[in-house]
T-cell receptor, first 114, second 114 residues
C-alpha cells in the first residue's frame, strides 16, 4: 500500500538539543511539505520541496531546517533555535505542487520538550 | 493573499441530526477549496474538494459542500451524522500561482453524542 510514514510517533527534546523528524513516502510524489499544528491554530507551513535537492521556506521556517536528497524522503530538523517546539508535526506530499492537487498526509509526530 | 475563516471552533450535535460546518474564504483570484478531516492523533484525510464545474461536491460518506462565489463560502453539510463522524474538520484554500500553498482554517471540532 502506498502512503506516507512518519517516525517517531512521539519525540522528546531536551533543552539545546536538535532533533530530526522522519518523513518517507512511496507515492512517487514530487512535492513534499512540513506543517506544524497547534491547538486552535490550524496548520502552518514550515518548509516545502517541489523537487529533489530544492526546498523553500514556508510561513514559520525559523528554527527549522530540511533536506531533500531523495524523492522519497524529506526529514525535518528542529534546532535549538526553535524556542517553542512543542507541537504536532505533519508531513504531506502531492503529485505536483499545483493548486488543484490533493495533499496526502502522514500520521504525524508529536514533539514534547523535557 | 488568501485566508480561511471557520467561525465555529466546536459544534456539538446529536446522532442522526443534520449538521453544517461553516467556512468562508477571501481571495482576489479564483480558488480551489478543500475539506479535510482529522481523527484524534492522526493525520488529515481529504473529505472533498471543489476545483471547477458543479458547485455542489459530495464525499463517499455522505458529506457535501457547496461553493458559493458571491458569499465566498464553502460550507460542509451532512443530513444525518453518526458517532463515527466525531473529528476535527479543516477547510483549506489554494490557488494556482506556480506553487500550491494550501491555507488552512483553524478547524471545527464536531462532537456527535448519542
Amino acid at each position: 500500500d502506498g502512503g506516507i510514514t512518519q517516525s517517531p510517533k512521539y519525540l522528546f527534546r531536551k533543552e539545546g538539543q536538535n532533533v530530526t523528524l522522519s518523513c518517507e513516502q512511496n507515492l512517487n510524489h514530487d512535492a513534499m511539505y512540513w506543517y506544524r499544528q497547534d491547538p486552535g491554530q490550524g496548520l502552518r507551513l514550515i518548509y516545502y520541496s517541489q523537487i529533489v535537492n530544492d526546498f523553500q521556506k514556508g510561513d514559520i521556517a525559523e528554527g527549522y531546517s530540511v533536506s531533500r536528497e531523495k524523492k522519497e524522503s524529506f526529514p525535518l530538523t528542529v534546532t535549538s533555535a526553535q524556542k517553542n517546539p512543542t507541537a504536532f508535526y505533519l508531513c504531506a506530499s502531492s503529485i505536483w505542487p499545483s493548486g488543484k492537487e490533493t495533499q496526502y498526509f502522514g500520521p504525524g509526530t508529536r514533539l514534547l520538550v523535557l | 493573499a488568501q485566508s480561511v475563516t471557520q467561525l465555529d471552533s466546536q459544534v456539538p450535535v446529536f446522532e442522526e441530526a443534520p449538521v453544517e460546518l461553516r467556512c468562508n474564504y477571501s481571495s482576489s483570484v479564483s480558488v480551489y477549496l478543500f475539506w479535510y478531516v482529522q481523527y484524534p492523533n492522526q493525520g488529515l484525510q481529504l473529505l472533498l474538494k471543489y476545483l471547477s464545474g458543479s458547485t455542489l461536491v459530495e464525499s463517499i460518506n455522505g458529506f457535501e459542500a457547496e461553493f458559493n462565489k458571491s458569499q465566498t463560502s464553502f460550507h460542509l453539510r451532512k443530513p444525518s451524522v453518526h458517532i463515527s463522524d466525531t473529528a476535527e474538520y479543516f477547510c483549506a484554500v489554494s490557488v494556482d500561482t506556480g506553487f500550491q500553498k494550501l491555507v488552512f482554517g483553524t478547524g471545527t471540532r464536531l462532537l456527535v453524542s448519542p
